[in-house]
């Protein structure tokens, strides 16, 4: 039986051997080259810290030593070794989740999968352990080297030095990569440990004197190792980088070496006082198409060829990102003012390619979404128009400064948010449900929503024109779906995509909900009511024709991807009720929920955002409201009758 397939809980490993130790963490990666070359997901991550996270919980006893991973998608291994093997549903609906998850196992702490968060919880947990006498639990906080650019990690760093009494390890799990390679002073300074001549030469000098004296001379070498990588530390200045925070560093240690960690890790859990604990590792350590994939070494995939690592083709269009990427390079050419900035997202927003047309014209600020925002307000008052590209989960942690650096200074920076509305298998903190709550009452802030490849394009071009104000492009994860043009377009940019003869349902879809909006408008206009279906294309403010165009129907329903309390249809609601228009508005949008992993098409049936669900609840307003078409038929049109419509509407709902 393969050793893996053993270990049922963490004190399994406690009887391995150094052998089988070794054999364990080859089984572990040949498991997750398998399952997630065929379900997708965070591979690169995870086939870095195997030994790692076997001396971890060798060292320390989960779930009683509180273990925070940062960012969370390197939780795989940890899910292995407590109990969790079964990865056939790995980020799919009733399957493991792709980051810790409290309800899957007492083992999970943080869910939150927003980097640099971790030091701040081990900073609180550790603080409640000492407080209420749990002195002998220890918090041991793995965090990455990217997450170091992020200010919050150093805020906790600041706080944790407060108070040495407690019992905190800090694993700086450093392979030179967020997503990609990691940018900055940071980057420059720990790539410097990691190369180090005077560090390599005498580690490795070191170890070979011990090793001729045989296996005494390797166990005194082993025993003295830590005391040397202090020694080291001060070779290579590295605990200049800490000293003045108060912290006992502990490093390099080779992240791949089970036994070196083991030392390393009891040493800190040990001292009675927080400690770094500095981790060499390499990201897709094992995986060769992973090690040679220099962008991003495989750290988020779909299927893959598990021997290759090439992708499975999947037919289809191109992306949404793909299509910002390119015109927003077409748009470079013609206007130099244009500069993008990314939050160590340059592959995944589609800045990487106006970086390979001009990379003078991209900025990289690492983990610091906050620290982008403003930085692009002030490119922009020197006369620059920033393009900030970000998925829209992460824009939640910059609102602060959207609102009083960019708004309030009328700065003219375009916001891009990708992945937003439901995303789908990585969860509810990676679904971009909020923005559209969130920035919408910004003042002055202009919010679009292209509904298709073209539409995105043509409002691309319309946002960086504006230089007084923030402008947003919204749109969601995956495929762009066909284009659907217009039957018209109002004197203020409103496409009505349908009209009906009678005016009954006036249909408000916002973005990529054009489609789905059509398709639940042949299904109403079936049942003899007319519909008519308007994309505002810019959603705020409100455009006045759609105010006047509801003025004019017997309900209105919004369909947004984002949370309905606040949304769009909230805002649409205000504006009508300001106008004098009492037409009846029902809100259609995501609840105010957590919405669990699943597939983007799973999600929306189970919140009612399918189509014949609304065509359904429509069909069932008109009547119960007694709203019905009689009124509003044409003349010469035949008018239904109350039992047709009741039969028809019986009739949808079994459809």
Sequence with gaps: MAILEQITGPRDLDRLSKAELTELAAEIRAFLIREVARTGGHLGPNLGVVELTVAMHRVFHSPRDAFVFD?????????????????????????????????ESEHDIVESSHASSSLSWADGISRAFDITGQRDRAVVAVVGDGALTGGMTWEALNNISDDNRRRLVIVVNDNGRSYAPTIGGMARFLNGVRTQRSYRTLRGSSERAFSRLGHPGRAIYRGVRGATHGFLSRFVNNEALYSNLDIKY??????????????????????????????????????????????????????????TGEAIASAGRPSWTSVFADELVAIAREDERIVGITAAMLRPTGLDRLAAYDATRVLDVGIAEQHAVTTAAGLAFGGLHPVVAIYATFMNRAFDQVLMDVALHRAGVTFVLDRAGVTGPDGPSHHGMWDLALLQFVPGIRLAAPRDAARLEEQLREAVAVDDAPTVIRYPKGSVPDRLDAVRRTEDGVDVLLE????????????????????????????????????????????????ELARAHRIVITLEDGVRVGGIGTRVRQELRAAGVDTAVDELGLPDAFIDHAERGEILEDVGLSAQTIARNIVQQVLGTGRLPIARSLPGERALGLGEVQERAHRLSND
């Design 500 to 547: 009906a003869p009678h005016r009954d349902v006036l249909i408000i879809a916002i973005g990529s909900f054009a489609h789905l909006a059509m398709d639940v408008a042949q299904r109403v206009q079936a049942q003899g009511i007319g519909v008519t279906v308007v994309d505002p294309r810019w959603v705020v403010p409100v455009p006045a024709s759609v105010v």
């Design 71 to 103: 960012t969370g998608h390197q939780s795989y291994v940890h899910k292995l070794l407590t109990g969790r093997q079964d990865f056939s549903r790995l980020r799919q609906k009733g399957g493991l989740a792709g980051y810790p998850q409290r309800a």
């Design 250 to 307: 502990l490093g390099p240690i080779d992240g791949h070496d089970v036994a070196a960690l083991e030392e390393a890790l009891t040493q800190a859990r040990d001292y009675g006082s927080p400690v770094i604990v500095h981790v060499i590792t390499q990201k897709g350590q094992g995986f060769d198409p992973a090690i040679n994939d220099e962008a991003d070494r495989f750290h988020a995939v779909g299927q893959i060829d598990p021997e």
